[in-house]
């Protein structure tokens, strides 16, 4: 490449992460990951720019990328709390379930991942913060896809989930 990056200063972080945020709204998640590379490069730990970034790389999420969920799990590393650990956890499994499901799989490794991401969601229920139900709510939402889309388990051989490469197991 070449170019040497500019850095953001310090006063411009919030402002800096409430634009990746829209941009994630906006469905341009690779603005959205670019911003918050910034962000991270003045504040390595900040939170908010590692939640965005988790998400907007899931959000860019597509079957033919077995690397996509090994980066995500990469920044999903650096989440604090035992909660955001499981409960970002099960995004990132929701996510790759869905784009197995938009690429055409036929169930089995999309089951899989869905599967194990509602598995992220009951252990997050169990330490959230009262009132918060979110884990809940994606639970269900697994549950409302697997029923929709009849996936199984035995849609074919069920291989699971290969946590070798991060890739669905094949």
């Given at each position: 490449?070449?170019?040497?990056?500019?850095?953001?200063?310090?006063?411009?972080?919030?402002?800096?992460?409430?634009?990746?945020?829209?941009?994630?709204?906006?469905?341009?998640?690779?603005?959205?990951?670019?911003?918050?590379?910034?962000?991270?490069?003045?504040?390595?730990?900040?939170?908010?720019?590692?939640?965005?970034?988790?998400?907007?790389l899931t959000d860019q999420f597509r079957a033919s990328?077995?690397?996509?969920?090994?980066?995500?799990?990469?920044?999903?590393?650096?989440?604090?709390?035992?909660?955001?650990?499981?409960?970002?956890?099960?995004?990132?499994?929701?996510?790759?379930?869905?784009?197995?499901?938009?690429?055409?799989?036929?169930?089995?490794?999309?089951?899989?991942?869905?599967?194990?991401?509602?598995k992220h969601y009951e252990a997050a229920e169990t330490?959230?913060?009262?009132?918060?139900?979110?884990?809940?709510?994606?639970?269900n939402s697994c549950a409302r896809i697997i029923a929709?889309?009849?996936?199984?388990?035995?849609?074919?051989?069920?291989?699971?989930?290969?946590?070798?490469?991060?890739?669905?197991?094949?």
């Amino acid at each position: 490449m070449g170019l040497e990056l500019k850095r953001i200063s310090q006063a411009a972080l919030p402002a800096a992460l409430a634009k990746a945020e829209r941009y994630r709204l906006l469905n341009e998640p690779e603005q959205a990951e670019s911003i918050c590379r910034d962000v991270l490069a003045i504040e390595p730990r900040n939170q908010e720019a590692l939640v965005t970034l988790l998400l907007a790389l899931t959000d860019q999420f597509r079957a033919s990328s077995t690397t996509a969920v090994k980066r995500a799990e990469e920044v999903l590393a650096a989440v604090e709390g035992e909660y955001q650990k499981v409960y970002y956890g099960g995004i990132v499994r929701e996510r790759w379930g869905l784009a197995l499901i938009e690429a055409g799989d036929p169930g089995r490794q999309a089951y899989a991942w869905l599967d194990d991401a509602m598995k992220h969601y009951e252990a997050a229920e169990t330490k959230a913060a009262a009132g918060n139900d979110d884990a809940i709510l994606r639970w269900n939402s697994c549950a409302r896809i697997i029923a929709r889309d009849g996936l199984t388990e035995h849609a074919g051989v069920a291989e699971g989930i290969d946590a070798g490469d991060g890739a669905p197991g094949r």
